[in-house]
């Protein structure tokens, strides 16, 4: 992981990312990573490897939970990371760089 420059305000939304992580499933984590990931993905492809890859076994239900949690949005047939995350999405470029830096956090 390249280390980012941080703003503040990337700062603020690593720790309201950080609290609403915490209360996710294990399904609704493993669809998350998998937007925060690839960002955007048509609904086809999102349906098939979170079911066949993932083991997800109802991933449009799961996508829209975390919809209503304001995680990620819906786009004409495809799923996008939510735009109040892409900015830090831009510097953090894998989920597992993410969860990296939201465990370093004090």
Same mark, same amino acid.
Request: proline share 3%; hydrophobic share 40%; charged share 35%.
């Given at each position: 992981?390249?280390?980012?420059?941080?703003?503040?305000?990337?700062?603020?939304?690593? !720790?309201?990312?950080?609290?609403?992580?915490?209360?996710?499933? @294990?399904?609704?984590?493993?669809?998350?990573?998998?937007?925060?990931?690839? =960002? @955007?993905?048509?609904?086809?492809?999102?349906?098939?490897?979170?079911?066949?890859?993932?083991?997800?076994?109802?991933? =449009?239900?799961?996508?829209?939970?975390?919809?209503?949690?304001?995680?990620?949005?819906?786009?004409?047939?495809? !799923?996008?990371?939510?735009?109040?995350?892409?900015?830090?999405?831009?510097?953090?470029? @894998?989920?597992?760089?993410?969860?990296?830096?939201?465990?370093?956090?004090?």
């Amino acid at each position: 992981m390249k280390k980012a420059k941080l703003t503040k305000e990337d700062l603020e939304t690593l !720790y309201k990312l950080r609290e609403m992580i915490t209360n996710l499933s @294990s399904e609704e984590l493993t669809v998350f990573s998998y937007v925060w990931d690839n =960002i @955007s993905v048509g609904e086809i492809l999102f349906e098939r490897d979170l079911y066949r890859i993932h083991r997800v076994q109802k991933p =449009i239900l799961v996508a829209r939970r975390l919809r209503e949690k304001g995680l990620i949005e819906r786009g004409e047939g495809c !799923y996008n990371l939510a735009r109040w995350l892409r900015p830090l999405r831009k510097k953090i470029q @894998s989920f597992n760089d993410l969860r990296t830096l939201i465990d370093k956090l004090p």
